[in-house]
């Protein structure tokens, strides 16, 4: 079947319309090449797990678990490393900007033995280190509390027996550990994020004592002060899971108690709310109690499915809350998707590409809006909001591709092909 052509631009083409656009928003008082400047500054965290549909390199045998799912078998999936890392170099080749990475504890680097969970160590990311460093990135970090067998129950840190409370609180340990060695070593702090599964598919009848026993798991995790220029920590929510439907642990409630009591960032997955609950009102509201957000920006359809990012409603919120409140320097903005029923180097650069676009979106916000509400008209607020969709911020951001050495509107797509065809396709299952 042939591929359908990409809409590529010539250079002449993205200058010209770059050069009107830019005298359209200078008449609106807006500087294009500051919100360039300004969107270059912002570095997204690239999920590692996108590559590999959560799979890790544990080579357990154990599938995936903790209410969470993949679908689609599109081939190609990263199955090393070496893998992993040279798609992930393909993805960033396709992305303007200097981001991060963001890794699970089981895509540590084992050498064919059998490490535990509660026994993993720095060495065993150093490659990734080494790589991140390479290419002047830092790193983000997960423990990871899902896919084992300590975890097949659906509970961990709020588990009733000790002993695998226990087993998960020294990987909690151990991961933030990690963390600290991998922000010490790129020089740039590590956000260490703890999400959990823990839950009941069916409606409980003690909803107090889990989260009593959760609380005690984590005072005993972060027990142990890191220094904050090399390490923080964040605490993630959720509604539901697949097997949690009725009950989840650590709910919103749960972990914006605990952030604002403890000073710990608060994780904001925008899948895990209800369907038509959105994250971006939440920015402004949380951020008055707790230092630092981490997002997880994510696209839920008709659940928490994990979708690739589009440039939609939800996501132009987001950064129009943290633009417009000057929130970015307090949020550490990471993807969480997982699509693998497409190209997913494809996926990467469509969600980490779109998050940007929205960025930029914001930064070229004229500053009409908000005089306007500040003088009461709220005709004049909704009209100019609605006039602002068609400025011509997509000449902004070809320019800014170019700009920045990557490639302009779908030309990327030719290298995701080129890659696939030379690489990804040439792999087995
Ligand atoms: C699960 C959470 C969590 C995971 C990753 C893999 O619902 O969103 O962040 O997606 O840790
Ligand atoms: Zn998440």
């Known amino acids: 079947m042939k591929k359908p052509s990409v809409m590529a631009k010539s250079s002449k083409s993205i200058d010209s319309s770059y050069k009107l656009a830019q005298i359209r928003y200078a008449d609106l008082g807006v500087d294009t090449e500051t919100a360039m400047t300004q969107l270059a500054g912002i570095p997204i965290s690239l999920h590692c797990w996108q590559g590999d549909d959560v799979g890790g390199f544990e080579n357990s045998g154990e599938g995936l678990s903790g209410g969470i799912a993949v679908t689609g078998n599109y081939p190609g999936k990263a199955r090393t490393p070496e893998e992993l890392r040279a798609d992930l170099d393909q993805a960033l080749a396709l992305i303007p900007g200097k981001h991060r990475l963001n890794l699970h504890a089981f895509y540590g680097e084992f050498g064919g033995k059998k490490v535990d969970r509660d026994a993993i160590r720095p060495e065993h990311f150093s490659n990734w280190i080494a790589w991140a460093k390479a290419n002047g990135m830092g790193m983000d970090f997960n423990p990871t509390c899902f896919a084992h067998p300590k975890a097949a129950e659906g509970?961990?840190?709020?588990?009733?027996?000790?002993?695998?409370?226990?087993?998960?609180?020294?990987?909690?340990?151990?991961?933030?550990?990690?963390?600290?060695?991998?922000?010490?070593?790129?020089?740039?702090?590590?956000?260490?994020?703890?999400?959990?599964?823990?839950?009941?598919?069916?409606?409980?009848?003690?909803?107090?004592?889990?989260?009593?026993?959760?609380?005690?798991?984590?005072?005993?995790?972060?027990?142990?002060?890191?220094?904050?220029?090399?390490?923080?920590?964040?605490?993630?929510?959720?509604?539901?899971?697949?097997?949690?439907?009725?009950?989840?642990?650590?709910?919103?409630?749960?972990?914006?108690?605990?952030?604002?009591?403890?000073?710990?960032l608060l994780c904001l997955d925008a899948g895990h709310f209800h369907p038509t609950e959105g994250i971006a009102d939440k920015l402004t509201s949380a951020l008055m109690y707790v230092p630092e957000i981490l997002l997880h920006v994510s696209r839920g359809v008709r659940w928490d499915s994990d979708h690739v990012v589009i440039l939609d409603d939800a996501l132009q919120s987001i950064a129009a809350e943290l633009v417009r409140n000057k929130l970015l320097a307090r949020t550490h903005i990471g993807l969480d998707f997982f699509d693998a029923s497409i190209n997913r180097i494809a996926a990467w650069t469509i969600g980490t590409r779109n998050t940007l676009k929205a960025l930029l979106i914001a930064l070229l916000e004229p500053a009409a809006l908000r005089e306007a509400e500040k003088s009461g008209d709220y005709t004049a607020r909704l009209a100019l909001m609605e006039e602002t969709k068609s400025l011509p911020w997509g000449a902004v951001w070809d320019a800014y591709c170019e700009k920045q050495n990557v490639p302009v509107s779908t030309a990327w797509l030719d290298q995701v092909r080129a890659y696939e065809k030379a690489v990804t396709s040439k792999r087995g299952s």
């Open 155 to 264: 509970f961990t840190l709020s588990h009733p027996k000790k002993a695998i409370r226990d087993f998960w609180i020294r990987h909690c340990i151990a991961s933030r550990e990690i963390g600290a060695a991998m922000g010490k070593a790129l020089g740039s702090p590590t956000v260490t994020n703890v999400w959990i599964p823990d839950g009941y598919k069916d409606t409980p009848v003690d909803r107090l004592a889990p989260r009593q026993r959760l609380s005690d798991s984590l005072d005993q995790i972060f027990e142990k002060k890191l220094n904050p220029k090399h390490h923080l920590d964040a605490v993630e929510c959720k509604l539901f899971g697949i097997g949690s439907e009725s009950y989840v642990v650590g709910s919103h409630e749960f972990y914006m108690g605990y952030a604002i009591k403890n000073q710990k």
